[in-house]
């Protein structure tokens, strides 16, 4: 399995971006989807997962400004960012599930960076 975040790119605070991560290779085992970022000088963040019926979970650093979807072939997962702070600059990757706090593979992330 392969995975690759894009969307990314410089907005203003309070503008909105929606990134992508493409799936390829074997999709039906995975159970899970989750996007973490990594700010420079700082440990990578949880951001948000989706589960395989359909069920999301957020830190609660986005929550409610964040939402993560899937299309219906499960081969695309989506981050829908509104509006968007400084703080929320950064690398982000997306990542399967893999169980037990383990994650990947971890393909190139996209950055986002909002000004202020």
């Known amino acids: 399995v392969q995975l690759q975040a894009s969307g990314g790119g410089l907005v203003r605070e309070g503008e909105s971006l929606r990134l992508s991560c493409t799936i390829s290779?074997?999709?039906?085992?995975?159970?899970?989807v989750a996007w973490f970022r990594q700010s420079p000088g700082k440990s990578r963040e949880w951001v948000a997962t989706i589960a395989g019926a359909g069920t999301t979970y957020y830190s609660d650093s986005v929550k409610g400004r964040f939402t993560i979807s899937e299309n219906n072939t499960k081969s695309t997962v989506f981050l829908q960012m509104n509006k968007l702070k400084s703080e929320d600059t950064a690398v982000y990757h997306c990542?399967?599930?893999?169980?037990?706090?383990?994650?990947?593979?971890w393909g190139q992330g996209t950055l986002v960076t909002v000004s202020s």
């Open positions: 990542a399967v599930d893999l169980g037990r706090a383990r994650y990947g593979p």
């Open positions: 290779g074997s999709i039906s085992g995975i159970g899970a």
